[in-house]
T-cell receptor, first 112, second 112 residues
């Protein structure tokens, strides 16, 4: 699989439920980041987790990182209709000029 | 809040024509990037730029592509002779010391 593969590809939940998205990657990383993209718009940075961190929180977001399994998860708690968007993980590898490698993304739909 | 601005929002061109996509990064950022996203696909890295030179480029970024920072504020992507397959959303991004990238809203390039 490609660097930064997310699953599921699509997720549909009701408002108030939690949404969990997973990401796998292949190479060594400096950090892993999650971005959000509303339809037809640019990407918005959500959260960054460094390679030496295992868990990080920001508001309703919780990110975990398991470097031994080369995987990460993004949990959005108490989802809202406004959370409807595509979510991408992006890996920042060492000595790569800062380039981010994005996965295919998870399309999240939160129904009111 | 500072933001990355891109112009134009939509560019239509004929195959073989040259296009220049323009970006104004966040003013105190030092690292600049171009990505593209073909409709329905993931975001792909094109090039990173630091200290007036290319830091890293992908295999997509061939001789038809060039980047320039002509003054202290603009960052441009030029495609010399556009092909049909260049049709995509092109995103500019900039970052500071910790590689959190701020993206513009994108330019939709349509090559006819």
């Amino acid at each position: 699989s490609q660097q930064g593969e997310e699953d599921p590809q699509a997720l549909s939940i009701q408002e108030g439920e939690n949404a969990t998205m997973n990401c796998s990657y292949k190479t060594s990383i400096n950090n892993l980041q999650w971005y959000r993209q509303n339809s037809g718009r640019g990407l918005v940075h959500l959260i960054l987790i460094r390679s030496n961190e295992r868990e990080k929180h920001s508001g309703r977001l919780r990110v975990t990182l398991d470097t031994s399994k080369k995987s990460s998860s993004l949990l959005i708690t108490a989802s809202r209709a406004a959370d409807t968007a595509s979510y991408f993980c992006a890996t920042d590898a060492r000595n790569q000029g800062g380039k981010l490698i994005f996965g295919q993304g998870t399309e999240l739909s939160v129904k009111p | 809040e500072p933001e990355v601005t891109q112009t134009p929002s939509h560019q239509v061109t004929q195959m073989g024509q040259e296009v220049i996509l323009r970006c104004v990064p966040i003013s105190n950022h030092l690292y600049f990037y171009w990505y593209r996203q073909i409709l329905g696909q993931k975001v792909e890295f094109l090039v990173s730029f630091y200290n007036n030179e290319i830091s890293e480029k992908s295999e997509i970024f061939d001789d038809q592509f060039s980047v320039e920072r002509p003054d202290g504020s603009n960052f441009t992507l030029k495609i010399r002779s556009t092909k049909l397959e260049d049709s995509a959303m092109y995103f500019c991004a900039s970052s500071g010391a910790e590689n959190i990238q701020y993206f513009g809203a994108g330019t939709r390039l349509s090559v006819l």
